[in-house]
Nanobody
Framework: QVQLVESGGGAVQAGGSLRLSCAASGRTIMSYAMAWFRQAPGKERNFVAAIRWNSGITYHADSVKGRFTISRDNAKNTVYLQMNSLRPEDTAVYYC?????????????????????WGQGTQVTVSS
């Protein structure tokens, strides 16, 4: 089992920045990749960014490219999401996710069904 705890959410004005953290504990050696998803009220949960735990290869949704950056600290078993130039449409609950096994096929990183463990979420609110 892997436990995930997110932190760093909050309220910010448009154009501002926030950094989310996701601390992983438990059998983290099982982890292949980590990701961030977000869900706005009344909408589906959408992919934001992902990172392969060992290689550091990253993937970002088109909507956040150039503004958000995912990174990880292997020693701390922590994944970060640096969010800059925030917009009101970035308002959502942000979830951290862990993929335990080697993926099959392409675009696995953007499917929430690819991930085995989820955090409880952290609210990000961007005002105009």
């Amino acid at each position: 089992q892997v436990q995930l705890v997110e932190s760093g959410g909050g309220a910010v004005q448009a154009g501002g920045s926030l950094r989310l953290s996701c601390a992983a504990s438990g059998r983290t050696i099982m982890s292949y990749a980590m990701a961030w998803f977000r869900q706005a009220p009344g909408k589906e949960r959408n992919f934001v960014a992902a990172i392969r735990w060992n290689s550091g290869i990253t993937y970002h949704a088109d909507s956040v490219k150039g503004r958000f950056t995912i990174s990880r600290d292997n020693a701390k078993n922590t994944v970060y999401l640096q969010m800059n130039s925030l917009r009101p449409e970035d308002t959502a609950v942000y979830y951290c996710a862990c993929k335990a096994n080697v993926p099959i096929g392409s675009s696995w990183y953007s499917r929430d069904s690819s991930y085995n463990y989820w955090g409880q979420g952290t609210q990000v609110t961007v005002s105009s």
